[in-house]
């Protein structure tokens, strides 16, 4: 009762907030799109504005911008975007008067000493950016590229509250959630896995992509269906003016971008893209030519990878077509197939493959102040791994999003609405701890609304909204409100706080207890969970849906120290109210006489978990047209309650410190040379206590041999040794001609060859570790 009047209360709220700010009266607009002449490609963070007054705005991911509220009269549209050369064309505005300018903008000649706007500063005073980081493929250019071609994955390792365990078959958690609570997007299309076995490369072509926001807590109601964070990723369309293309070779893989017109834009309006992209890897052929090496290291961090090699293999394809119309309007249509494959002979073969398609549109009605996008997509996932013990494991997963999204603006404000409706399939194939083999299949329906708003009212960014979720197979309901909120204390000085309710219905096929653990599957919500659960303080209390579901509270500031310098701090609590694992503790089957009176946990395929995280992430960044320093720490802690005992995650890391410097230099800065340097405390492990032999009873024991069995000590009591490592790398192009490039890239991973432990075999107690000191090399060719 108590939840629903607090519902009601905001819901409240939030309508009394809509409605002032729709009762503002509207003046003439003035919106359109900035493209880069050269490319004709969309350009995100210019500035518009119109020229001696206030009035302004910075263009959104397609490119987009929309100055509201404009009194009649005649203005200069000026156009702002660093390394561009300005632009301005004169507008007048009549009363209600909607005005379209779509305009490009030049590459500078020279880099402007004083930049008169800057979209970043903008936005820092006027949204709230809460735990949230926009990249692109410039910042993913700036730490050392591992095999040659930098990759997100190896990005997002050094992001403030992103935690990765290893270098083979590692994943990445943030802010204390597993890799199935994180929602990943691809042009509005579900993807399912990212990342591929090796943890050091990503599915995703950095040379075609746009952008990526990556939201590691406190996101707003557009987004669902995941408790702990979210990676939209935004590819471009493709050059609208010539054929481009970019072709790569390292001593890991290969890869092939090609992009241009189908049909010629005429005078810069519509027209018809293309951009296609393959990469391919070699790393098990190619670490054959390291084993000479490792086998000469002093240093044991080459054990195991001058024998077995990196058995490790994936091709990515991708390819999309765009449609784009005069007024900005644009249509596209996307494709992809990911593979991997892992072959540890006579230990365990992995493959996985993915695949998907769809279709996005943005829609720009002339009369309407609106902007309508929308996204239908299909997409398919399946992993299967053979192990010695000839216990096969399988997980599928396919189904499809669909999605409409619209968005009104009023000055600094914005309303946006929307629906989204997923439905999906999963089968997973197992045998469980007591050698029943298992076979789940579910399918799954969801729908979802959300509102969002956006209000700036004097020194205060107000940002509510709600997101009605439906989970239809569970004939479950989940309301869930969040709000934003900054205060602008003075023009660099900024504090900020979010709030807001999440779940999920997906649920990992593997253990967060596991730290290696190659096989990545889904299932839906299980509905073979235990009826009550026993909190910490000993009280029960009954499972009443089946959902995992987590509150996220965050609060920090921002100061720019200088016009270089800028600071944020966020603290953060993510409560995880459910949360579904495999149960470690099972004894019986549940389906056998034996197991009638025995309690839920014993029994149980899936238990019922809680859990916090909670920590402070510090970043600090350094910005110059030569020399960019970040420096990012965080210190966490995550814990989860069972019902019997309280554990830490495998992935739970107390400190993590993360160094980048990029610096470009010579005449025409030609030489880049960038480095990383990575400093973590261990991961916790359960530690053996002890040996002894298994007897069954069959037999005389006097003279029979038992299995051997170890005696464990606590969960996850023990700590692996702090981990560091280097990478560098220095890169140098090469003019060769009007649209030709030339770059090489010579690079180290782990440059002074640490010893960084992975983990210890129990039984030989042969340690494990992460890779060597590796060499790279690359080259790539760019026309």
Known sequence: MMNRLKLNGFLLIFFTLMLSVNTIAQKGIVRGFIYNDKTGEAEIGATVFLKGTTMGAATDVNGFYSITKIPAGSYTLMVTSLGFDSVEVKVSI????????????????????????????????????????????????????????????????????????????????????????????????IVYNPFHSIGLFSVFDTDIMRSADVYTGGFN???????????????????????????????????????????????????????????????????????????????????????????????????????????????????????????????????????????????????????????????????????????PRSSLINGFNVGMDFTTFSGDNQFKYGFEMLGFKTNFQFVNTIGTKIVQEENTTELSGFMTYRINVGKMVIEPSVRMQYYASLSTFSPEPRLGFKYNITSKFRTKIAAGM??????????????????????????????????????????????????????????????????????????FKQLTNTNRNQIFDENDDAALNKPDVEKKEFIVETGKAYGVDVVLKYSSTRLNVWTVYSIGKVTRWDGVQEYAPVFDRRH???????YTFGKDRNWAFNTRWNLASGFPFTQTQGFYEGYDGTGDYTTSNGELKIEFAELNKGRLPYYHRLDISIKRKFVLGKNSILEANLGATNAYNRDNLFFIDRVTADKVYQLPLMPSFGISLTF
Do not use: C
């Open 656 to 662: 993590n410190v993360n160094l980048v410097v990029a």
């Open 221 to 391: 109601a557009e987004y669902g269906g995941r408790i702990s964070s979210i990676m939209d990723i935004t590819y471009r369309d493709g050059d609208k003016k010539r054929l481009r293309g970019k072709l790569s070779a390292s001593t890991f893989s290969s890869k092939l971008m090609l992009e241009g017109p189908i049909k010629k834009a005429k005078e810069g309006k519509g027209g018809i893209t293309f951009v296609v992209s393959g990469k391919h890897s070699y790393l098990e052929q190619s670490s054959e030519m390291y084993k000479p090496y490792f086998q000469g290291l002093s240093s044991e961090n080459a054990r195991g990878v001058d024998t077995l090699g990196l058995p490790y293999g994936f091709t990515d394809l991708y390819g999309k077509i765009s449609f784009n119309g005069d007024n900005g309007n644009k249509f596209s249509v996307f494709g992809f197939n990911f593979r991997d494959a892992v072959n540890y002979s006579d230990v365990s073969k992995l493959n996985w493959k993915s695949g998907g398609g769809g279709v996005n549109f943005i829609l720009i009605p002339s009369t309407s102040k609106t902007l309508i996008e929308g996204v239908v997509a299909f997409s398919n996932y399946k992993i299967e791994l053979q192990e010695a013990d000839n216990q």
């Open 94 to 189: 009549k009363g209600n008067e909607i005005i379209s300018k779509n305009l490009n903008i030049k590459e500078g000649s020279r880099m402007m000493k004083t930049f008169i706007v800057s979209a970043q500063a903008q936005e820092a005073k006027t949204q709230v950016k809460m735990s949230v980081t926009k990249v692109t493929p410039k910042e993913i250019n700036s730490i050392p590229a591992i095999g040659g071609d930098p990759d997100l994955a190896q990005y997002l390792q050094v992001l403030p509250g992103v935690t990765f365990t290893g270098d083979q078959g590692g994943q990445l958690y943030i802010r204390g959630g597993s890799p199935v609570q994180n929602k990943v997007l691809l042009d509005g299309m």
């Open 502 to 575: 999440y779940s999920q219905n997906l649920i990992s096929a593997n253990s967060d207890r596991d730290i290696v653990n190659l096989f990545y599957g889904f299932l839906s919500g299980p509905d073979n969970l235990q009826e009550e659960f026993t909190e910490q303080d000993g009280t029960t209390r009954p499972i009443n849906h089946k959902l995992q579901k987590a509150n996220h509270y965050i609060v920090g500031f921002e100061y720019d120290l200088s016009r270089r310098f800028n600071l944020n701090i966020e603290g953060y609590l993510k409560d």
